[in-house]
């Protein structure tokens, strides 16, 4: 069974950082590609950032604008979100997901292509 366990989130200040950990059960990264996505107060889920199970190539959305990285560690079964420069409108449930890809090189930034969830980490921005 596949089950998808996010941590690392909490409050920090305006400029800071935090590193999100996405920890796998049931899969192998090998074979499944993560996203991770976020909803913000009042606002559509939207994709972050995504790694591909196939070649680890890497998919980051323009509106983070750089500062926001995405990486694995297959032997831990974990995928992190290393986030910097952090602004108050970052302030989101941030939730990985999975889907399984034996072929893709590249990952999807689709949510429907998804098809594990988390059940997300609070992100709160403030000073």
């Known amino acids: 069974q596949v089950q998808l366990v996010e941590s690392g989130g909490g409050l920090v200040q305006p400029g800071g950082s935090l590193r999100l950990s996405c920890k796998g059960s049931?899969?192998?990264?090998?074979?499944?590609?993560i996203g991770w996505f976020r909803q913000g107060p009042d606002k559509e889920r939207e994709v972050v950032s995504c790694?591909?199970?196939?070649?680890?190539?890497?998919y980051d959305a323009d509106s983070m604008e750089g500062r926001f990285s995405i990486s694995r560690d297959k032997a831990k079964k974990t995928v992190y979100l290393q986030m910097n420069s952090l602004k108050p409108e970052d302030t989101a449930v941030y939730y990985c997901a999975a889907y399984r890809n034996f072929l893709e090189s590249t990952c999807t930034s689709a949510e429907t292509h998804y098809d594990h969830w988390g059940q997300g980490t609070q992100v709160t921005v403030s000073s």
């Open positions: 790694i591909s199970s196939r070649t680890g190539n890497t």
């Open positions: 049931g899969f192998s990264l090998d074979h499944y590609t």
